[in-house]
């Protein structure tokens, strides 16, 4: 059994920084992907960031985001600088797993981002 767990959710005030963490256990394989997502109240969840076969980054975060990975611990962090109102969210981390022609995805239970102006 798979499982995420994510730390480092905070209320921070704005042009703050938080360093969120995503530790997985269970899984002996390293993902072939891990990513970020979020949910702000009343909005669908959105990609933050990815790390697979490129890093990618959503617009909005861009130059103040960064992820990264230690596939040692299957683990992956976000650094989240110049933090933002428009950044307080639940966020969630993701892994994406391919045997053969199966893909397996996780997800973590989710940490608050709260960003106060």
């Known amino acids: 059994q798979v499982q995420l767990v994510e730390s480092g959710g905070g209320l921070v005030q704005a042009g703050g920084s938080l360093r969120l963490s995503c530790a997985a256990s269970g899984s002996i394989l390293r993902f072939n992907a891990m990513a970020w997502y979020r949910q702000a109240p009343g909005k669908q969840r959105e990609l933050v960031a990815t790390s697979g076969d490129s890093t990618n980054y959503a617009d909005a975060v861009k130059g103040r985001f960064t992820i990264s990975r230690d596939n040692a611990k299957n683990a992956v962090y976000l650094q989240m600088n110049s933090l933002k109102p428009e950044d307080t969210a639940v966020y969630y981390c993701?892994?994406?797993?391919?045997?053969?022609?199966?893909?397996?995805?996780?997800w973590g239970q989710g940490t608050q981002v709260t960003v106060s102006s």
């Open positions: 993701n892994a994406e797993l391919r045997i053969v022609s199966k893909k397996y995805e996780y």
